[in-house]
């Protein structure tokens, strides 16, 4: 290599290394195996250095160097195995949370001005300083700072606008089950009011006559009454006129009932 190549190698290093170091970190989650990723990533790529004619696709041939590095290692790995009578409780995280933090991420971003995107990405995925996403994109590091709090403020609006979406379709569909279920019970509740009353189910529908049922009985008042109304006339039609009450009969009556 070329006195030159290695001295815009060494300059590269020395500009882009904390971006670098931060998509390691992304990579593998401990600090000292991402300095070691890192590290092997570049040696790999002094040697390749030459062939990258465009520099400005050198930070995109490095990661991909790391990504690379990264499956070797996870392949090459030593699974130790230790003898044991009870298994482990090992939590299995399966990403689904993530992959839907991811989607949803994504799903929103497109809502965003081209210009805006591209200041959230730079910033916020790359982590790229201001000053790096002013170059990038070449605007004044003020136009990142205004346009990156509007893309973040419209970002915070649809979030919370699709969360209350979400609570209001969870509440309908509650509801909605709540009042079929009140209205299950309330039937329910009818029916076996019916088959208490009649003792046999009452068609639904049907209206309950207020109407006295007869049964055939005459009440013992009513009936005292017609027979001394029966006597009353038979007496007068014979020309007699029945003797007047007298209490004391019935006071002697119920004293030898007593007795």
Known sequence: MAQG?????????????????????????????????????LVRTYGRWDGIADKSLADAYLRRVMINTRTEWWRARKLDEVPTEQLPDASVDDGSEQRADRALLMDILGILAPKQRSVVV???????????????????????????????????????RRELTSREAVARETGSRQGTGSARETGNHRRT??????????????????????????????????????????????????????????ERGRERCAA
């Open 193 to 250: 009011e019916g088959v208490r009353e009649t003792g046999s189910p009452r068609p639904a529908g049907s209206v309950r006559s207020a109407a006295p049922v007869a049964t055939g009985r005459v009440p013992a008042q009513r009936t005292r009454a017609a027979a001394t109304a029966k006597v009353t006339s038979v007496t007068a039609a014979r020309g007699h006129t029945p003797a007047p009450h007298d209490g004391r009969h019935d």
């Open 5 to 41: 190549e290695v001295l815009a190698f060494e300059d590269y290093v020395r500009t882009r290394q904390e971006a670098l170091l931060r998509s390691a970190r992304r990579l593998v989650p401990d600090p000292v195996d991402a300095q070691d990723l890192l590290q092997t990533a």
């Open 122 to 160: 730079l910033r916020h995925w790359e982590q790229m300083s201001t000053e790096e996403t002013a170059a990038a994109l070449g605007m004044s590091a003020g136009t990142v700072k205004s346009t990156l709090h509007r893309a973040l403020a419209r970002l915070r609006q649809e979030l919370e």
